[in-house]
């Protein structure tokens, strides 16, 4: 793999003018000058930030007292050791999809869905993520963003690990943005084989027949979805498939003649009560979509609650998963 300079947000403008112009020009050429600037400038602007002008006003991920509290009131309550054990229990889920027009090639492929993998937070969670990899069948597989613990500060470790789970995956590998992941990511992603959809399609063939498999950059932060590029390439009648890290794009999905809709973000609350109901979702959405399979208008969906964890490494009636999804004709 590649070897990429070490990037925060403190010292992005301290780091040799060389080396910045070689990564700049590099995102440039890839992304366009538009959204390679815009995605870095956000970047820059908000890391740090509690209280933001953005899209969501509280951002619980910066404050950095917030995991001290959690960890402390689950303490208190004595669920700390168990809430840690679910942390670094993955399991393997398996969801079958019913899909009106789907090619009778495509009847049993299976989609293995990762997300909000937060593959740095420790080595407990990166093992546990990559053996339950490990264990499953699948004929292709997509990752739909948040790679990274933090939202700002070093990429070296996220990327290290997911390229130990990049060793472990077998064929193609598709994946989103999201809103913890900088866009410094995207060049060693795709040298370690992770082709990383930014507002683009790709046409997956199997025995002559195609669906189209598009992926938007991240929506719930930075704002630069474009499902006009992303969509673009899709052929008429063509069933499609999109990758968001976030569900709060359903609407303009399921109008854009999207079939399913595979995201992340919510952790499914990742402290649930009793029956797997969310205290919090961070995300602007109705709560039927924050976890698992859900149906809007023609689309259907599913929102991982996904494998690793945000802001402290708890969970709480709401288990880490990986998904494997079978399609079938409706």
Not at 67 to 73: D, F, T
Not at 121 to 126: D, I
Not at 288 to 307: C, Q
């Amino acid at each position: 793999m590649t070897r990429h300079a070490r990037v925060d947000r403190s010292d992005l403008p301290l780091v040799d003018s060389t080396l910045r112009a070689s990564l700049e020009a590099r995102l440039e050429a890839r992304l366009g000058r538009v959204h390679a600037r815009t995605r870095l400038g956000i970047e820059a602007d908000h890391a740090s930030q509690v209280f933001r002008r953005a899209r969501s006003v509280f951002h619980p991920e910066n404050w950095y007292s917030f995991p001290a509290l959690i960890r402390a009131g689950l303490r208190l309550s004595g669920l700390h050791g168990r809430a840690r054990r679910n942390a670094h229990t993955v399991i393997a889920q398996h969801n079958a999809i019913r899909l009106a027009g789907l090619p009778a090639a495509f009847a049993g492929y299976r989609i293995l869905h990762l997300s909000d993998l937060h593959i740095d937070a420790s080595e407990a969670s990166a093992h546990a993520i990559i053996e339950a990899a490990r264990g499953v069948e699948y004929d292709l597989c997509v990752l739909t963003g948040d790679y990274r613990f933090l939202t700002s500060g070093e990429i070296e470790p996220t990327l290290h690990n997911l390229e130990r789970l990049r060793a472990s995956l077998a064929g193609d590998v598709y994946a989103v943005l999201g809103n913890h992941d900088s866009v410094l990511m995207l060049p060693a992603l795709e040298d370690m084989g992770i082709a990383v959809l930014m507002n683009e399609g790709v046409v997956i063939e199997r025995e002559g027949q195609r669906i189209y498999l598009a992926g938007i950059d991240d929506a719930h932060f930075f704002g630069v979805e474009n499902f006009e590029k992303a969509l673009a390439d899709a052929h008429r009648g063509a069933l499609t498939v999109l990758l968001s890290h976030t569900p709060e794009v359903y609407r303009q999905a399921a109008h854009s003649g999207v079939a399913l809709l595979l995201c992340g973000h919510t952790h499914g609350g990742q402290l649930c009560l009793p029956g797997r109901i969310p205290l919090f979702l961070d995300a602007r959405i109705p709560r039927s979509l924050g976890r698992g399979a859900w149906r809007y208008g023609d689309m259907l969906g599913y929102t991982s609650p996904g494998a690793g964890t945000s802001i402290a490494e708890v969970r709480l009636n709401c288990p880490a998963e990986i998904t494997v999804h079978t399609l079938q004709p409706a």
